[in-house]
């Protein structure tokens, strides 16, 4: 029987990548994220062709937690329960921390950590009803290790890792496997509006930004590829990944070995 796989801000970048790898394994997918709603159809379509399982979106807004209630009581009555629940919606914002405006630290914080709290607490009951479920959190080399002007990005992924293990002790016995996935720079809209911004921040020019920051500890030189992170959450969903749990899997080129 097909799984059920939910993906957060999936409209975009790796999301949409995962959610590409999961369709293309016959999982039924429901995506999420913002976008034009043409654009997110087209593409809804696309990942519906890959495997034959079912493809469906829902709008819910990770700020708000009702509509998250929403998106998982969607997935549940549309196709049957969550099976594997990608928390992967996030934002960036670059600024030094006293100018960092507190409405953006909040956003930041509400989406890229408190709503996997919200997606987890109504998935949870669904994947321990089937004794089974895989939880996989799209945290970041941010989550190990720190960079300047980032204050809130990097507070909420080290706090999705906390969340990781604690849900991961919680959930062994039901089956429920949860992880991190540590990416490094993956060139996604994320990080490519970033790069003007932290081009002034630091003074300097934006291919400076891409050669002397991002891949400057990235050891390898290249940035991740989308892919390359979608086929790290498979093989996480996957039975042989059964006894990883309450841990993360770094793909960062190196970045985080120094
Ligand atoms: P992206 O901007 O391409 O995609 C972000 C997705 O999140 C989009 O679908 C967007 O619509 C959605 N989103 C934003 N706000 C939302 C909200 N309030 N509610 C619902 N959906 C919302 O970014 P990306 O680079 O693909 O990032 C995806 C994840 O990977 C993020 O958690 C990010 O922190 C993480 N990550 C990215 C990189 C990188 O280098 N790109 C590295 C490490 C970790």
Not at 141 to 155: C, G, I, Q
Not at 188 to 204: F, H, N, S, W, Y
Not at 226 to 231: F, N, Y
């Amino acid at each position: 029987m097909s799984r059920t796989v939910v993906v957060t801000g999936s409209t975009s970048g790796i999301g949409l990548g995962i959610a590409k790898a999961f369709a293309v394994e016959g999982c039924h997918v429901v995506i999420n994220g913002f976008g034009k709603l043409d654009e997110v159809e087209a593409a809804r379509r696309e990942l519906e062709v890959l495997g034959g399982g079912r493809v469906i979106y829902h709008g819910a807004d990770m700020t708000k937690p009702e509509e998250i209630a929403e998106l998982i009581g969607t997935a549940k009555e549309t196709l049957g329960s969550v099976d594997v629940l990608v928390n992967n919606a996030g934002i960036q914002h670059v600024a030094k921390i006293e100018e960092f405006p507190p409405e953006k630290w909040d956003q930041i914080i509400a989406i890229n950590l408190t709503s996997s709290f919200h997606t987890m607490r109504y998935a949870i009951p669904l994947m321990k009803t089937k004794k089974a479920g895989r939880i996989i959190n799209v945290a970041s080399a941010h989550a190990l290790t720190a960079s300047p002007f980032k204050s809130a990005y990097v507070a909420a992924k080290h706090g999705i890792l906390g969340l990781t293990k604690t849900a991961a002790l919680e959930l062994a016995e039901f089956g429920i496997t949860v992880n991190a996935i540590c990416p490094g720079y993956v060139l996604t809209p994320l990080v490519e509006k970033q790069i003007p911004d932290t081009a002034r921040e630091r003074g300097i020019s934006e291919e400076q930004v891409k050669t002397d920051v991002m891949l400057r500890l990235q050891a390898t030189k290249d940035f991740v590829s989308i892919e390359e992170v979608a086929a790290t959450a498979v093989f996480l969903a996957s039975d042989a990944a059964r006894q990883i749990t309450g841990t993360h899997i770094s793909v960062d080129g190196g970045w985080t070995a120094q």
